[in-house]
């Protein structure tokens, strides 16, 4: 499963690419990512029993754990008491949550994408910038260094990125399992779950095309209107209702969870890493 630290590998990638330096290795950003996540797991807390600063990528993790709750008292003790252990219990959620992070081993081979986003700082809305990835196994460090860059700059739907644009970016990383055997049963997936890939012939040439699991819940799309945009983007022309007809068309699913991280995320880590005077 992609982390939070694999985004701060791509963004410590691409920076590393503008500043003329090697990036630091994956299993040293981890390590240090892991130091920074406990650190901010032990910031000190307001009279609620919440961190006063957290970093933004914690409180997003934290913010998603629900609290156990104990049965209610009409003492005000017991019920200070019962909001102690929930939060006590919270706090132990998440931290197994954070601490697990690095269960992926760097030179474990897997298929993975690279999505860089740009957020409107007016808004907060989405732009897709750049997504490239492999569906060939590749160590992991290699992999995600490699198409991070590649998505930066090699998305020919896209400029390349420029150092001017990083506060504006999010990474989002998805490592990808489970794939099926192909199969001529095209609606044999599920939105939400399932990435697809479909391959097929069209005027005497071979086409294919994937989209990752979270692009039709994301558009909005139903199944068919989900593969017809997905025949377009391989190069197909037909009209919209007669992509039934295709009788080679075949289909391919996988899954992975993406995960995300702001530029203003990593660069507080970044900074910590600075302030601590460590060698890149």
């Not at 017991?78 to 949550?97: E, N």
């Not at 095209?186 to 086409?207: N, P, V, Y």
Request: with cysteine.
């Amino acid at each position: 499963m992609a982390t939070q630290a694999h985004c701060a590998f791509c963004f410590e990638s691409l920076v590393a690419s503008f500043e003329g330096r090697k990036p630091l290795p994956l299993p040293q950003l981890e390590e240090l990512w892991t130091e920074h996540v406990g650190i901010q797991e032990d910031d000190p807390e307001d009279a609620d029993g919440e961190s006063t600063s957290r970093a933004p990528a914690i409180s997003r993790l934290l913010s998603s754990v629900t609290p156990t709750s104990n049965s209610s008292s009409s003492s005000l003790t017991s019920k200070s008491t019962s909001k102690s252990t929930s939060t006590q219990a919270s706090t132990s959620s998440s931290r197994t949550s954070l601490s697990s992070h690095s269960a992926v081993d760097p030179n474990d081979p897997y298929p993975l994408f690279v999505t860089w986003n740009t957020i409107s700082s007016r808004n907060g809305s989405k732009a897709l910038r750049g997504c490239i990835g492999t569906f060939k196994p590749l160590p992991l460090e290699k992999g995600l260094h490699e198409y991070a860059l590649t998505a930066a700059f090699e998305d020919h739907r896209f400029p390349p990125i420029a150092p001017s644009q990083l506060s504006q970016l999010q990474c989002c990383v998805t490592l990808l399992t489970n794939f099926s055997s192909p199969t001529r049963d095209i609606m044999a997936w599920e939105i939400g779950k399932h990435g697809i890939r479909i391959s097929f012939t069209h005027h005497g040439q071979k086409l294919g095309a994937t989209y990752l699991p979270d692009v039709a819940k994301e558009q909005g799309w139903t199944k068919e209107e989900a593969l017809v945009s997905l025949l377009r983007k391989a190069g197909w022309s037909g009209r919209k209702d007669e992509w039934r007809k295709l009788s080679n068309l075949e289909l391919v699913t996988y899954e992975g969870k993406k995960v995300d991280l702001s530029y203003a995320e990593f660069k507080e880590w970044r900074d910590a890493v600075k302030s601590k005077d460590v060698k890149t």
